[in-house]
C-alpha cells in the first residue's frame, strides 16, 4: 500500500521554527515532483512550495526568505523547513508526491498541524 506519512507539525510561538517531513512508502517505482500544501480554516488549500527531482524549487510568495523545501531521493522523503513562523502561518500542511506506481499517479498525507501563536 502506497501512502505519505507526515511528521513534525505542532505548536510554536511566532518568530520559531519547525521542520515537517513526508516519507513515501510502499510499492513505488519512482518519486517524480514532491511538494507541501496548506490549509487554513475556511479556507482553500494553497500551494506552498514544490521541489522536482532534479531540485528546482517553486515557493509561494507569502513564504519566500523564510521556508525552504528539500528533499532526499534515496529516502523518498521532502522536508519543508520553516522559520520566522507567523500566526498567519497556521494550517494544516499537506505532503503531495507524484509517484509512479507503475503508472504516474498524485498521492496526499493524511496533514500535519501547525499552529503558530501570537
Known amino acids: 500500500q502506497v501512502q505519505l506519512v507526515e511528521s513534525g507539525g505542532g505548536l510554536v510561538q511566532a518568530g520559531g521554527s519547525l521542520r515537517l517531513s513526508c516519507a513515501a512508502s510502499?510499492?513505488?517505482?519512482?518519486?517524480?515532483?514532491m511538494g507541501w500544501y496548506r490549509q487554513a480554516p475556511g479556507k482553500q488549500r494553497e500551494l506552498v512550495a514544490t521541489?522536482?527531482?532534479?531540485?528546482?524549487?517553486m515557493y509561494a510568495d507569502s513564504v519566500k526568505g523564510r521556508f525552504t523545501i528539500s528533499r532526499d531521493s534515496a529516502e523518498n522523503t521532502v522536508y519543508l523547513q520553516m522559520n520566522s513562523l507567523k500566526p498567519e502561518d497556521t494550517a494544516v500542511y499537506f505532503c503531495?508526491?507524484?509517484?509512479?506506481?507503475?503508472?504516474?499517479?498524485?498521492?496526499w498525507g493524511q496533514g500535519t498541524q501547525v499552529t503558530v501563536s501570537s
Open positions: 521541489i522536482t527531482t532534479g531540485g528546482s524549487t
Open positions: 503531495n508526491a507524484n509517484l509512479r506506481v507503475p503508472y504516474y499517479t498524485n498521492y
Open positions: 510502499g510499492s513505488i517505482f519512482s518519486v517524480n515532483a
